[in-house]
């Protein structure tokens, strides 16, 4: 299981994340914690990409239940490249 997290906000690069989970075998997992502007692209975009199966969005979790998905993961990925053109 991956597991990655923060703000779900254009500049950390979700997407990418769920992108690429199309590349890997399809028993790996990913779930996605936290809120943002960008939660209901995601799920499209996973949805679209045929990885509804395989993304989850957990949506914002205290801090007992992020520990606990911290210590289940295999992997910890986290983006985020914040551009000009990301600025509010």
């Known amino acids: ?3 990655a997290g923060g ?3 254009r500049y950390k690069q979700f997407d ?3 992108r690429a989970m ?3 075998d399809d028993d790996v997992k990913l779930v996605i914690t936290g809120n943002g502007t960008e939660e209901s ?3 499209q975009l996973a949805a679209r990409s045929g ?4 993304v989850t969005l ?3 979790l205290s801090v007992p239940e992020l520990r606990r998905w911290q210590r289940t993961a295999k992997v910890l990925v986290t983006l985020s490249c914040r551009r000009r053109s990301d600025s509010p």
Not at 51 to 54: C, G, I, Q, V
């Open 51 to 54: 990885l509804k199966n395989r």
């Open 16 to 18: 990418k994340t769920i």
């Open 1 to 3: 299981m991956i597991l």
């Open 58 to 60: 957990t949506g914002q």
């Open 7 to 9: 703000r779900l906000e």
């Open 41 to 43: 692209n995601l799920a």
């Open 22 to 24: 199309a590349l890997l």
